[in-house]
């Protein structure tokens, strides 16, 4: 995906050069001057977005696991035995160690003429690979006290890279193309690069589910992570 603004301005100025230590992906994330530009035409300024859509390959998941009694110990006891029947289910689906966070716990206001109830809670969060997506929704659907909080795609580095890579790519090759057609449409004849300012974001999307698991839930359905990259260009026409 791919968007741009422009900015034209008339007037000779000087301008820092941001140049990169090797090669496309060697870009300075902070200004290096290599001497100054003078721009003695026209300065095009343009912003340029690119962005792609990355397969993830795992799930990193957060469940809330809680109980309630009429004692603090009732509501620790209740929660160890939840939390013990979570980490059976779980820890077989999970890539690498479990998270679970010392619990809390706290006083619910009676209510209707009900007696003061104790409630205790933690989280257990870990990771989960696409073969086990649809099983741990299950898990956190079926046991009681135990809800999904989020689930996030993820996605591998390296795909990560080559992602980021194709986005730098594609945004020089747009950045050049409008400052070309602008050029031509101007009458002018010399296209320059002065400067690259780049920055770059990546958005995991949350995913959320009802307490109520379907018949099954597919990876490939879920939202998947999404990369993006923005260059500010300036360009010298002439």
């Given at each position: 995906m791919f968007s741009a603004s422009m900015r034209l301005l008339c007037s000779p100025l000087m301008f820092g050069l941001l140049v990169g230590s090797s090669g496309l992906m060697g870009l300075a994330s902070s200004p290096a001057h290599a001497g100054e530009l003078r721009c003695d035409g026209t300065l095009l300024q343009l912003s340029v977005r690119e962005s792609g859509v990355l397969r993830s390959d795992r799930f990193r998941f957060s469940l809330q696991v809680e109980a309630e009694g009429k004692t603090s110990s009732?509501?620790?006891?209740?929660?160890?035995?939840?939390?013990?029947?979570?980490?059976?289910?779980?820890?077989?689906?999970?890539?690498?160690?479990?998270?679970?966070?010392?619990?809390?716990?706290?006083?619910?206001?009676?209510?209707?003429?009900?007696?003061?109830?104790?409630?205790a809670f933690t989280s257990v969060s870990g990771e989960v690979g696409r073969s086990n997506?649809?099983?741990?929704?299950?898990?956190?659907?079926?046991?009681?006290?135990?809800?999904?909080?989020?689930?996030?795609?993820?996605?591998d580095l390296a795909s990560e890279q080559q992602l980021k890579n194709q986005l730098l790519r594609r945004a020089l090759k747009?950045?050049?193309?409008?400052?070309?057609?602008?050029?031509?449409?101007?009458?002018?004849?010399?296209?320059?690069?002065?400067?690259?300012?780049?920055?770059?974001?990546?958005?995991?999307?949350?995913?959320?589910?009802?307490?109520?698991?379907?018949?099954?839930?597919?990876?490939?359905?879920?939202?998947?992570?999404?990369?993006?990259?923005?260059?500010?260009?300036?360009?010298?026409?002439?």
């Amino acid at each position: 995906m791919f968007s741009a603004s422009m900015r034209l301005l008339c007037s000779p100025l000087m301008f820092g050069l941001l140049v990169g230590s090797s090669g496309l992906m060697g870009l300075a994330s902070s200004p290096a001057h290599a001497g100054e530009l003078r721009c003695d035409g026209t300065l095009l300024q343009l912003s340029v977005r690119e962005s792609g859509v990355l397969r993830s390959d795992r799930f990193r998941f957060s469940l809330q696991v809680e109980a309630e009694g009429k004692t603090s110990s009732a509501a620790m006891d209740q929660l160890n035995q939840r939390l013990a029947t979570v980490r059976s289910r779980v820890r077989p689906l999970s890539l690498g160690d479990l998270k679970i966070p010392a619990p809390r716990s706290y006083a619910m206001d009676g209510n209707s003429g009900k007696p003061l109830l104790q409630r205790a809670f933690t989280s257990v969060s870990g990771e989960v690979g696409r073969s086990n997506y649809d099983a741990l929704i299950q898990i956190a659907g079926r046991l009681p006290g135990v809800d999904l909080q989020g689930m996030s795609s993820r996605a591998d580095l390296a795909s990560e890279q080559q992602l980021k890579n194709q986005l730098l790519r594609r945004a020089l090759k747009q950045g050049k193309h409008q400052a070309e057609t602008t050029s031509d449409a101007l009458g002018l004849k010399q296209v320059r690069l002065l400067r690259i300012d780049q920055r770059a974001g990546r958005a995991i999307r949350p995913l959320s589910f009802s307490k109520a698991a379907s018949s099954s839930f597919n990876p490939d359905e879920a939202p998947q992570p999404r990369q993006s990259l923005t260059l500010n260009l300036d360009y010298c026409l002439s």
